[in-house]
């Protein structure tokens, strides 16, 4: 059996990117919290970024105009590898696991490199057939069709490969979730999937309105040298009431 978790943005690790799950339905305090925006510099890594692990202390394509231009294009034109957790049903732990929650992230359990089931990626895509939904609280082996839905509050940290004009790039991104919405299933919420996705709720990114089908490339491209931070909200609809807030960080490149 394979999941897919994607990263939500082909990159994002988003909405998918994070997610906690201990099975009892609970939203449980994550340690380990991610260091935010560097002030002006690459974003500040701690040690539950595995700092040590490639591709992580490696921020220097990050702090380069240039060569962090050269990663964007990637990111918006690229061939993306997600890298998952191998699925065992056996694992009471393999939800955390696969949705990269704080100390059950473990870089080098995640061997899978898994390709996009579809592309152009789209948020409605990672949930209705990337599997994100499977970060919804209280999520376990039984819940598929029913129990999907949006991520825990938490942090969270995936990696993907993106390969653009013969150069991949392996990354190391960390999403901060909130918002009241974390952790509802979608049914609680009468959010049908993918339709709703797609067509009524609303999408911004660092503030500005985007339709679902520009919503990942909009990410994309409102990364910026050095601290590749983006601020995504999702509303109940387009200038609605904010259901969820993700804050995606780019935090170690490194060409491989």
């Known amino acids: 059996m394979m999941i897919r978790n994607a990263a939500l943005l082909s990159l994002v690790a988003l909405l998918a990117a994070g997610c906690n799950n201990d099975g009892d339905g609970n939203a449980n305090p994550v340690g380990g919290g991610g260091g935010g925006g560097g002030g002006g510099g690459a974003p500040t890594l701690t040690a539950a970024d595995q700092n040590g692990t490639s591709p992580c202390p490696n921020q220097a394509i990050l702090t380069d105009a240039g060569m962090f231009a050269t990663f964007q294009a990637a990111l918006v034109g690229g061939t993306f590898l997600y890298l998952d957790v191998p699925f065992n049903g056996a694992d009471a732990n393999i939800y955390k696991k696969k949705c990269g929650l704080d100390s059950f992230w473990n870089p080098s359990d995640n061997t899978d ?144």
Do not use: W
């Open 113 to 256: 490199e898994i390709a996009p089931f579809s592309t152009p990626v789209t948020v409605s895509s990672l949930f209705q057939t990337g599997n994100a939904g499977i970060c919804a609280s209280g999520f376990n082996n039984g819940s598929f069709g029913t129990g999907e839905g949006f991520p825990v509050a938490g942090v969270y940290r995936k990696e993907f490969k993106v390969t653009h004009m013969a150069m991949t790039y392996l990354v190391r991104t960390r999403v901060t979730v909130t918002g009241v919405a974390a952790g509802d299933t979608f049914a609680s919420r009468s959010i049908t999937v993918p339709g709703d996705l797609e067509t009524t709720l609303g999408y911004e990114v660092d503030g500005t309105a985007e339709v679902h089908a520009n919503v990942l490339t909009a990410i994309a491209m409102a990364m910026a040298s050095p601290d590749a931070t983006v601020m995504l909200d999702i509303l109940d609809a387009p200038g609605g009431n904010l259901l969820l807030s993700a804050l995606v960080e780019i935090i170690c490149v490194e060409i491989v």
